[in-house]
């Protein structure tokens, strides 16, 4: 059995008169996190506007939007002593946004993800980032592949791979492996072959499709 995603449209480029604080907050996490407090996918806690879980003391008493922009500017300075202010300042702005957003998203960077930014490695840097893509089932405690951080990933990429004329990924499909856990297979625009991701974990409940249990998951159409 498998599921199918369909990656559509082109991503749009960070303005350069805009703050890039302002830009991630605006056009990133209010995308992929949402503009208002919700009931987390992984448990029954309150996750907050633009995915604030954990908001420091001193922004405690903020509006959301401007503790995420802080929060924002502190985030990148922690990625910045992890990956060298050098190699950070060397980075495309959708690569800075797209390290930006996996770290707000994780928690943390990569190691594999972390070496191939600091060499200069963009393209494999973010291939990187796409079997990090499993949540907890807040029924079970279980981790399970989901589909909308695949999404996310591809999006992300995708901001990457347009301005420098990489393959876009179209299309992402779970299915289960044979020795257990999950295969996430992504699929490019032209003839590059698909990549395969591995992970041990089964598929996350709210990725499967209304027909899962006797035809398998229904192909879906996924937003920018």
């Not at 992929?32 to 954990?54: C, L, M, P, Q, W």
């Not at 949540?135 to 951080?149: F, I, N, P, Q, Y």
């Not at 992300?156 to 044979?178: C, G, H, Q, W």
């Amino acid at each position: 059995m498998t599921l199918f995603g369909t990656l559509l449209g082109a991503q749009p480029q960070m303005p350069e008169a805009l703050a890039y604080e302002d830009y991630f907050v605006d056009e990133i996490l209010s995308r992929n996190e949402g503009r208002e407090s919700h009931v987390s996918i992984e448990d029954y806690s309150t996750t907050g506007a633009f995915g604030i879980k954990n908001r420091p003391k001193k922004y405690k008493e903020l509006p959301a939007r401007e503790a995420a922009r802080l929060m924002t500017l502190d985030k990148r300075k922690e990625i910045q002593s992890q990956v060298g202010l050098r190699n950070w300042e060397r980075m495309p702005a959708s690569v800075q946004i797209a390290t930006q957003d996996f770290h707000w998203n994780t928690g943390s960077l990569f190691d594999k993800f972390k070496k191939n930014l600091i060499k200069g490695d963009y393209e494999n840097a973010l291939y990187e980032t796409f079997d990090a893509v499993s949540a907890s089932d807040k029924e079970t405690g279980k981790k399970g592949v989901l589909r909308g951080l695949a999404n996310r990933r591809a999006k992300m990429f995708n901001r990457y791979a347009i301005p420098n004329r990489l393959p876009v990924v179209t299309d992402f499909e779970f299915s289960k492996d044979k020795d257990g856990g999950t295969n996430i297979t992504y699929y490019f625009k032209g003839d590059k072959k698909p990549l395969v991701k591995k992970s041990s974990k089964g598929i996350h409940p709210d990725s499967k499709g209304a027909d899962s249990e006797t035809g398998g998951y229904e192909k879906f159409s996924v937003q920018n």
